[in-house]
Nanobody, 125 residues
Framework: QIHVVESGGGLVQAGGSLRLSCEPSDHIVSTYNMAWFRQAPGKEREFVAGSAALGAKTDYADSVKGRFTVSRGYTERVLYLQMNTLKPEDTATYYC??????????????????WGQGTQVTVSS
């Protein structure tokens, strides 16, 4: 069974940066759409950023545009999320997701069948 593992979370002050990584267990995931979602305590899970298979396109939530950058290394099949100018409201558990429905909307959580366990990001004010 294919799985993904997130890393790179931590505690950072407001204005700081973090880089999250998501590594799949199988190279075939490099041909899948992949995305980052997050969930804060007491809130629903929300889309953060996504990358279509083979880097065809990317998409971002309005709240992170201009601050976060999603990328993937094709040979390494790893998904990254570079987070700059972090704000306290970015505090959440960040989840990596992968899905083989290539024509699905990147921000649609239902399009992803593979989910990681999450990595905690805490931004202090």
């Amino acid at each position: 069974q294919i799985h993904v593992v997130e890393s790179g979370g931590g505690l950072v002050q407001a204005g700081g940066s973090l880089r999250l990584s998501c590594e799949p267990s199988d190279h075939i995931v490099s041909t899948y759409n992949m995305a980052w979602f997050r969930q804060a305590p007491g809130k629903e899970r929300e889309f953060v950023a996504g990358s279509a298979a083979l880097g065809a396109k990317t998409d971002y939530a309005d709240s992170v545009k201009g601050r976060f950058t999603v990328s993937r290394g094709y040979t390494e099949r790893v998904l990254y999320l570079q987070m700059n100018t972090l704000k306290p409201e970015d505090t959440a558990t960040y989840y990596c997701a992968a899905g083989s429905a290539l024509f699905a909307t990147l921000s649609d959580a239902a399009a992803y069948a593979i989910w990681g366990q999450g990595t905690q990001v805490t931004v202090s004010s």
